[in-house]
Every structure is written in C-alpha cells, then in structure tokens.
C-alpha cells in the first residue's frame, strides 16, 4: 500500500493532485503558501483539502512506522512468516495491525501463560481439533506435582483456548461490527454522590441508556466528564448471545460433545472475561474519538470567527478593565497600541468616587486625544458603560464593549510580562482588552486558544490533537489576513507561514537593531532566514509605505517580474498599476500563462492589484444592550432584547444579552426548520435580536429564541 493510494481512499481527488501535495509538504511547504501560491501544482486544492491530505499522510506514516516496529518483533521471535508479513504489510487501519500483532505480543503473567507453563498447550490443542471422544481420559495423561486431578488440566486447557479465542482476529473483526451496530453506553450514579449540590449538573445522566452510535457528541463527552469526576459509572453492552453466537460459529465445528463442551466453556470465559471488556473499551474509545473530533471541529470554528473578528484598526483608545471594590483600571493606548498611561478610579460602590472619575477620564480623553472607549464585559461591565456614557466629552466618543475572556491569563503570561515588565496584572489585562478592540487577530494569538473560552468540552478532548488543530486555524487566519513586519509582535510572526518562533524572534531582534524594515528583500538579512523561510513567508509579511509597492501586498515576490512585465504591456510603471481598475481591465491574462503560472495565479494577482493590501475582515460596529437589563432578575418572558453571539455548540449557540450570565438559543429554536448545523443560521460575534422564552433564575439559565 502506498501513501497515495491510502490518501486516495479517504480523499476524494486525483492521484497526481495528492502527489504534488505531498512532494510539496516533504519540501517544506505549509498550507497557507500551498493553498495560495501552488495552486497549479496542487490542481487548486483549499487550505481545507490540503489538511486533509496532511491528515491522512500523518496517519499513514504513523501505520507504517508501527507495522515496522511489529514486524521487528515478530522477527526476532522467529515465528514471522511471509504470509504473516504479507498480511501486516497490507493492513490498512491500526487496529488491523494490532489484531494480528496480539499472538506475538509479550504478556504479562495470565492464566493461560500459566497454563502453558504446566504442559497443558497439547491438551488445548487436543480439545480444539474437536475429534477426541475420551478427553477427560487424555486429561488424565497431563497430572503431576502442579496437576493434581483431570478437571484441573482440562481448566488450564479451556484457559488457553480462551486466551485463543481473544486473539483470533475473525472474531475480533464480527465482534468489532456487533459493537458498531448494537452497543448500548448506561450510566448510572454511584449512591454517595446522588445528593451532592456539585453532582446535580449531570442529573440528566444517573440513570441514563442509548445506543452509542446515536449518542451525540456533547453528551458523550459531559457523560464521561461525569465518569471522571466519580459521579456516574459508565459500561458498553451489547447482546451477550448475539456476541456468542458470533464466537460460537467461528469455533463450533462439530458435535462431538466432550470436546465442544469444553469449547463453549472457553467461548463464555473469554468473551466475559477478555473479549467484552477490550471491545467495550475500544468501542467507547472509538466514539470518545469521533466526539473529540466533532468538539475540535466546533471549537476550531468558533475560534477561526474569533481571530477573524471586525478589527476597529488604528485608534487613540482609553481602555477600561472594569470592577466595583478593587476599582476600574484604565489605560490610555496611541494608534500603535502602545501604553501611553494607565491609573485607577472608583465610579462605582463602595468608593463612589463619581465626580473625581469623571474629572480624570475627561481629563485623559483630552491629553491622549482619545478617539474610543474599550470597555471589558466582566464584573461591572454594564455599570461602566453607563458611566462613561454620561460623561460630557468635547466631542463624539464612540464606546465599545469588548469580550474579555482570556484576558486575565493574558495578563499572567510569558508574554504579557515580557511586554510590560514595570506593569502589573492589571495594566496588562486593561491594555489587552484595548488593543483587542483595535485588532482582534493581533492580540488573540498570545493567548493560549483553550482559554478564550469559545470550546466544547475542550479540556476532555485529546490535547495534542486540539492543539494541532488550534494552531492549524491560527496559522490560517494569520496567513490570510497578512501582517505589518514591522508592527507585528512574536507570537503573531511566529504564525506566520515559514516562520515560527525564533525566526519571529530574530525579525523583532533586527527590527530593534536596525529599525524598521524597508523591503520584503531585506528580510533576507535577519539571521538564519534563509531561501526557504523567505519564499514561504514573505508573502504573508507586509512592509507599508516600501520603495516597491508590491512589498505591501498579496503578491509573491517570485512574480514581481511578472507583475513589471504586465505593467510595460499596458504602458504604466507598477506604482501606477496598483489600485487602477481602468488599466488593469486591459491585462489580458492568458498572455502570461506558462508551465509554471496558469489561469489561477494570474487571477489572483489581478485581484490583489485591485486592491493590494485589502484586510479581509469587516469593520467593528458599536452594539447597544438593553439598558433596562443589569441582572437576571430583570429578564422576563417574552422579552425582545438585542445580543451578540459568543460561542457556538452541536446543540446551539450562546448569547450575550449584557448580563454575566449568557441565554441559549437552542438548535430547535433557531429556525422554523430543521436544521443540523448552528453555523448556518448564526456566526460568532454576530448580532441578533432574540426573544426570552425562558428564566429559571435559581439555576441561572436563559432560554431564548430566534423564532418569533
């Protein structure tokens, strides 16, 4: 079997599209660059498809590194034989492997290890030909100083054929396809825990059945999560006689009875006690994985709307962290996002200290010529809106509230501290949530993606793979957007296609030594970027106000000759060229196709000369809360109250109304339709009106809806 060929079954593309992909990833090529600037290469394959096809040659060099190390074993065992090898060669799936590695596997001390250690192997395989009628006399032929009597040797024979039995990977396979179809998961709570106060949010799951295979993600994941914490115990059944049956038909291959009741002895033996156990736990381990799969594709989705928010861009920002007791931080911000000042004050309880904040604020928004107010959504959030709102400014401030969550670790990290070494906590989460407002993106990649709070479950998921996935968004959203060199922190370069952390580092290092970047040429100076950095990086890495106009967009620098040549034909300098729709409309792109450049560059480059430089993101709109709504005890049924989205599930999306306690629009309450994907009615960030249709203030829940 051959990568392409494995590849080829899980994707639906062509052969020599799946062998250009490859040869360009073992090259070194990311995702983002393929996608952008090979699409002739790759037949132009999405960033979507070229993951997938990373995906599916991960797992294929992870099976063939492991049928190597099986077969090695194997081998030094001197039992590998050229069908066995055949056979482990040409399994497709891990567990194919494993079902025919298990003979040879070294085990720990069992019964039938014991078995075999008292001579009793013969006898099992005397009993397995089904041919002995005097088996309790062959029996007899096994006793000694261990052996003490014939049901102790036929014991330690039905012990072996039962350790058979659990290897045999026919059975293995039907039971496999029983668990597949008719597997039930049932918890059920452990008595000591049916009362306690922290119990109580898995009620749903003390005496809980269904059908695994119907069992939705989310649920399975808050089921097992109540499994961790000791709340509930969780089996995987299936019908024991369906799953005899299956074994008996296998193994059953005449009447003769003493051999045949021995046999079935060993059947129930092995299922109870090997079988069933392994192939519940797999079963369950095989749909703890697709919901794991199904809880990182919404996450991964919610986070790409996230990072891809409407940045405001450029402002003179006052931002607010706000609080009752401990006060409000503010910090005033220039156009770059840079600290400029920060302080306290106490508008709020139990200070009160209403007219002397006015005073400072004002006073602020003057000296820093203050252009916007960011406000954090946390404690005290409403109360601070209001406030600021009264104030009397000299002219029109725009005031936004923004979504804080994260900040505080934000404000904690490597990061902030490198950032702003003399400055606390609390000056580093103000000035997160401001430059938050400025541009999402930006400030976002410094934090750690599980704790901005727009998962499912994220922390019961596989960690290596949700921070693959994470990571492979960030990256994406990064790439497509485009980064100011000389503006951009380490995290946010480090992002950046080709890059990674220490070249980030070492771009920074340069930009201080030698000031601001003046040419996407001149990365090639900053230490160890090299040729294959740069061609995968500089793309996605914008120098503003550069010599060439080209540095400050979308354009590859290896089609700048191109773009000159395009630019002589139709008889004005590049500088000219760029952003003129009535020039551009006379480049007739097919006379610039060649082997290496095809339809689709030439198209997007076109584009990208339109409007180089475009940020793909929507501008940030101010969004008002009801007022009248502080706390929950203010919501009612019936209400139509304004509210923006802020994270999205399997069974629905959450809504902020301006309160600390989000509503759900439940999937059914969405539409008057079915529907089966959230992401078609609502996005992340979006703004909606929706209607109450449901308080239960003692369990702090709001029910809402979409449907009038």
């Avoid at 993951?51 to 190597?68: D, H, M, P, Q, S």
């Avoid at 081998?75 to 069908?83: F, I, N, P, S, Y």
């Avoid at 584009?607 to 430089?613: A, F, I, V, W």
Wanted: net charge neutral; charged share 30%.
């Amino acid at each position: 079997m051959s990568i392409v060929s494995f590849i080829a079954k899980h994707v639906s593309i062509s052969e020599k599209q799946i062998i250009k992909t490859t040869s360009l990833l073992d090259d070194g090529a990311t995702i983002p660059f393929i996608a952008r600037y090979r699409k002739e290469m790759t037949g132009d394959l999405d960033e979507v498809v070229i993951g997938e096809i990373v995906k599916y040659k991960t797992a294929f060099e992870v099976l063939e590194k492991r049928k190597e190390s099986v077969l090695v074993v194997i081998k030094e065992q001197g039992v590998l034989t050229t069908e066995l090898e055949k056979r482990i060669r040409s399994a497709q799936t891990l567990t194919a492997v494993e079902d025919l590695y298990l003979p040879y596997k070294k085990k720990r001390k069992t019964k039938a290890t014991v078995a075999k250690e008292q001579g009793l192997e013969p006898l099992a395989k005397i009993i397995m030909q089904q041919r002995e009628e005097e088996v309790f006399f062959v029996a007899s032929q096994y006793l000694n100083d261990t052996i003490l009597n014939e049901d102790m040797a036929l014991q330690g024979a039905r012990d072996i054929i039962a350790e058979w039995i659990n290897e045999d990977e026919k059975i293995r396979t039907r039971l496999r396809r029983l668990y597949q179809r008719k597997a039930t998961i049932t918890s059920t709570v452990i008595k000591t825990k049916k009362e306690e106060e922290d119990s109580q949010k898995y009620q749903q799951y003390f005496d809980w059945e269904e059908p695994l295979h119907k069992c939705p993600s989310h649920r399975l994941l808050a089921i097992l999560r109540a499994e961790k914490e000791k709340v509930v115990r969780v089996k995987i059944t299936v019908p024991e006689n369906d799953a005899l049956d299956i074994i008996d038909d296998i193994m059953i291959k005449t009447n003769i009875a003493p051999c045949t009741d021995h046999i079935f002895l060993a059947i129930s033996d092995a299922y109870k006690r090997l079988l069933a156990p392994a192939m519940a736990t797999e079963a369950l381990n095989q749909s703890k994985e697709k919901a794991d799969d199904n809880a990182i594709k919404v996450f991964a989705q919610n986070l790409q709307q996230l990072l891809l928010a409407s940045p405001l861009g450029q402002k003179r920002i006052l931002a607010l962290d706000p609080g009752f007791k401990s006060g409000c931080k503010v910090v005033c911000l220039d156009k770059q996002g840079d600290l400029l000042h920060n302080e306290n004050i106490y508008p709020h309880p139990p200070q009160r200290e209403t007219t002397v904040a006015i005073k400072k604020i004002r006073s602020l928004v003057n000296a820093y010529k203050i252009e916007v107010v960011a406000i954090g959504n946390g404690t005290a959030a409403r109360e601070t809106e209001a406030f600021i709102k009264k104030i009397p400014f000299e002219s029109p401030i725009q005031v936004f509230m923004v979504n804080e969550s994260g900040a505080s670790i934000y404000s904690a990290s490597k990061i902030a501290r490198a950032e702003f070494p003399n400055y606390d906590i609390t000056v580093r989460g103000a000035v997160s949530i401001g430059r938050r407002l400025a541009d999402p993106l930006a400030e976002l990649v410094k934090i750690d993606a599980k704790s901005i709070g727009v998962g499912q479950y994220q922390h019961d998921v596989d960690q290596t793979k949700l921070k693959h996935e994470l990571d492979t968004v960030v990256m994406s959203c990064v790439n497509s957007v485009g980064i100011n060199v000389n503006t951009a922190s380490v995290p946010l370069l480090s992002y950046v296609s080709g890059i990674g952390e220490k070249l980030a580092e070492n771009i920074v290092a340069y930009r201080s030594e030698h000031g601001a970047l003046e040419s996407r040429d001149e990365l090639k100076k900053v230490p160890r970027l090299g040729g294959k950095a740069f061609e995968q990086a500089a793309a996605f890495l914008r120098i503003t106000s550069p010599k060439n106009p080209l540095d400050n967009s979308a354009v590859h620098p290896e089609r700048y000759k191109l773009v000159s040549k395009m630019a002589k034909d139709v008889g004005v300098p590049v500088s000219e060229l760029i952003g003129n729709k009535e020039v551009i409309k006379n480049i007739i792109i097919q006379q610039y196709v060649t082997d290496e450049v095809g339809i689709p560059t030439l198209t997007d480059i076109v584009k990208e000369l339109e409007k180089p430089g475009v940020d793909p993101r929507k501008k940030a709109k101010i969004f008002q809360f009801d007022p009248n709504v502080k706390t929950i005890a203010d919501i009612k049924t019936g209400m139509k109250l304004p509210g923006i989205v802020n994270n999205i599930t399997n069974f629905g999306c959450f809504v902020d109304i301006g309160i600390k306690e989000s509503g759900l629009i439940h999937i059914s309450k969405l539409a008057n339709e079915f529907i089966s994907d959230v992401n078609t009615i609502v996005k992340l960030n979006q703004h909606l009106k929706v209607t109450v249709i449901e308080v239960d203030i003692s369990r702090k829940r709001i029910q809402l809806s979409l449907i009038d």
